[in-house]
């Protein structure tokens, strides 16, 4: 596990960026943190690094928002109002996370039994006047981005 400290939203949005950036196909993200920790702020960020110009917004009530104009497509989860990890096979899960797209996923510690066993989770935490987020990678290739991302 990697943790840094940010100190405002500038600092979330530079990090963000660096992290689209440097994604590759078929790369999962699983988000976590409080209400209002910073999750679809984090994701936006990603999305300029991915070069997706769309308004990126939360999917609560729709589970899943796809933006395909980018270097690589982008499906942002929130299963914040999943009732069990069975419900995401309705909605294809299997076909989006064995893609060649970028998934994020909010909340996904609720859906953690259906996860691949190689992502990253990023833990999101109120701190002081900032965040922290905590990077656990579950893989070598999200090793290794962990390591370009936090870099000095």
Known sequence: MKSIYLENEKATSSLGKKIGEVLFPGAILCLNGDLGAGK??????IALGLDIKDDITSPTFTIVNEYEEGRLK???????????SD???DIGFEEY???EGVCIIEWSQIIEDVLPDERLDINIKYEDEGRRLEFIPRGQAYERL???VTRG
């Open 40 to 45: 679809t702020a984090l994701t936006k960020s």
């Open 74 to 84: 982008l499906n942002h989860f929130d299963v914040y109002r999943i009732g069990s």
């Open 87 to 89: 419900e995401m096979y």
């Open 97 to 99: 996370i064995g893609s």
């Open 146 to 148: 962990v390591e370009e």
